[in-house]
């Protein structure tokens, strides 16, 4: 499994995070975790789709950290805490609460991703977690460069409005339905 998807997934991540050490980091990381999977007894039907799934949650992960980190040392330097205890509290994103909504949001996201249409799904994915471009996912579709644009499109207003409702705010965002040929 490790040399069957290695290289896919380290230029997957090195294009997410822009650091191909990290990208490997996250990579090694990602089989880890599903290696744990498999030796604790989870049957994986579909290695690759998991690797990428966990790939996709540590790159979540780390930006959430990353984030924090810079608020947290924003407010760090403006108040000085009183008690130097307070100065070595976890960050409040690793609060239980925290968590549980993170992958809850995880959870909602991929829910609406997989709740695409089937074609409109596989350009997104193609395009956004694959890397490909419009043009090579027209190709490998066998679709117009505008349509996998529209797919995408879609796609993207789809999650805006998952993230919508999700941080509560308004569902303004609609999923205009395509009724061309290339959407079957």
């Given amino acids: 499994m490790l040399e ?7 230029g997957f ?9 990290a990208a490997a980091d996250l990579v090694q990381e990602s089989y880890a975790r599903v290696l744990a999977m498999h030796r604790g007894g989870e049957s994986i039907a ?10 996709r949650n540590l790159v979540i992960d780390q930006h959430r950290r990353d984030r924090t980190r810079g608020e947290t040392t924003a407010v760090h330097h403006q ?16 609060e239980p609460e925290a968590v549980a909504m993170s992958a809850q949001g995880v959870d ?3 829910a609406t ?14 395009h956004k977690f694959d890397g490909l471009s419009h043009a090579e996912v027209a190709a490998r579709m066998g679709i117009s460069r505008k ?38």
């Fill in 113 to 126: 991703i997989e709740g695409l249409p089937p074609r409109c799904r596989e350009a997104f994915v193609l």
């Fill in 108 to 110: 909602a996201m991929l």
């Fill in 147 to 184: 349509m996998v644009e529209q797919h995408v499109k879609n796609a993207l207003i789809a999650c805006r409005r998952c993230r919508n409702r999700l941080e509560g705010g308004e569902d303004r965002a609609s999923i205009p339905r395509s009724t061309t040929a290339d959407d079957e």
């Fill in 46 to 55: 579909d290695p690759r789709a998991l690797l990428y799934r966990v790939a």
């Fill in 4 to 10: 069957r998807y290695y290289r896919e997934l380290l």
């Fill in 13 to 21: 991540l090195a294009n997410k995070v822009g650091d191909r050490h």
């Fill in 79 to 94: 108040d000085a805490p009183d008690d130097p205890m307070d100065a070595h509290a976890a960050p409040l994103a690793w």
